[in-house]
């Protein structure tokens, strides 16, 4: 039977490659977002290319959404093999500026998100005794930098989150927990930054090679596709030159 796997954030970057890549590995794809005509175009890309996918507009910050889409998908596909918990929004800012509104989005998004959708899909699994969450957090969810004291929270946030879950699955149940942990991807993410002196240091700061997309599709990639007694619980991945 074919495998269902439920991306977040799929409209682009990380989402996007690594919705594309599950395709290409046989899993029918249920593509979450907020923007409708990307979500499409991505179908379509991904059926041209010989995989299945279906989409549903979500917005991660709605229990209530959340729960639909992964409920919808489960009516309509029979199981919910993998979700990834994807979504998310880096406005990085100086503490000092008070961005008051752009933190609350940072915990709504990143944070409150992934609950939802653990809370999504814990009990659909339970049921099953199988499924994978994976939840993106980030270098910055391992070490804090000057400007990124927010970001970095919701990051440390859903490494302790996934890390509590994966203590508490049933052993007899296939279920598996994986955090991946990105340094610098070239992806939309920097454009939600409206703090000058942050767009600023990154202008002025050292250049570097930064990852792809595709190399984080390809190590959610890995640790879904070990064997069923295998759970890879963290993949943290840099550019060869961050430091
Ligand atoms: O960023 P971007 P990435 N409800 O901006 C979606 C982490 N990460 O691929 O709703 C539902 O291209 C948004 O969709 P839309 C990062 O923290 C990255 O780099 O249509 N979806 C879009 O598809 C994040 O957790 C780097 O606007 C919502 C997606 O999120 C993950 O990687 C480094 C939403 C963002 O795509 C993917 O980010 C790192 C909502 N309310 C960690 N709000 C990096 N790129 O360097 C946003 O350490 N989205």
Redesign the pocket.
Known sequence: MTKTAVV??????????TAKELAAKGYHVVL?????K??MELQKEIETAGGTAEYKV?????AD?MDSLIQASLKKNGTIDVLV??????PLSFMNKLKIDEWD?MV???VK?VLYGIAAVLPVMEKQKSGHIL???????HSVTKGSAV?SG??FAVRAISEGLRQEIDPSHEIRVTI?????????????ITDDDILTAFKEGPQME??K?QD?ANAIAYAVEQPAYVDVNEILIRPRQQP
Do not use: F, H, W
């Open positions: 977040t954030g799929a409209s682009s970057g990380i989402g996007q490659a979450a977002a907020r923007r409708e990307r979500l979500t917005d991660v910050t709605s959404e918990n994807n979504a998310g929004l880096m989005r709504d998004v990143n998100g939840t993106i957090s980030s270098v910055a969810g970001y919701t990051k991946v942990s990105p340094g610098a991807v070239e992806t939309e993410l920097t454009t939600t930064m990852l997309a984080i």
